[in-house]
């Protein structure tokens, strides 16, 4: 029953996005995305979402998973890791096709981001496929930048690992 209720009030706030949007108040949109992004229950949703994207074997226990939506934060980003694996195309043997593995926090957030970006983005729905790959190259590109502040050239470089197959 209180999943409902949750699952009821996101879409509620949602709802209150859209409203907004189609009436053209933009300063009601910001305040209701906010609103949206800081509620404890959009947050539960999203992490509950990304929980289902990771295999049953790693997959986290609800106490976790409460602690875990509590944690996130959409305006700071994380601090996870990304496993970046590079490829070689076959088309061009110096040229890498990019593959990254998130963490579970990163993946909760960017749901957590996707929801209300598909209400105020203005698609088609055959660009929807191409909005969700946006989204999550905008938001790393948000995270790399707010995490490379202030470091130095090297400890940047520590902080990733590529791994390169040759298949």
Known sequence: ??????????EQL???IRVAKELGRGKRVAYSLCEYL???????SAARRANRQ???????GKAKLRALAAGLDPWKGTKEDVLV??????????DFRIYMAFGFENRAVQYLVLRPLEILA???PACRVTAQ?????LYDQQVLVSWAAGRKRSQIAEGFRYHRSTK
């Open 1 to 10: 029953m209180k999943l409902m209720k949750q699952e009821s009030h996101v």
């Open 14 to 16: 949602l709802s209150r």
């Open 38 to 44: 800081n509620s404890h229950d959009a947050k539960c």
């Open 54 to 60: 990771v295999k049953l074997d790693r997959r986290l």
């Open 85 to 94: 694996n590079l490829k070689r195309k076959p088309s061009n043997p110096d």
């Open 122 to 124: 203005d698609l088609v």
């Open 133 to 137: 790959i946006w989204t999550r190259v």
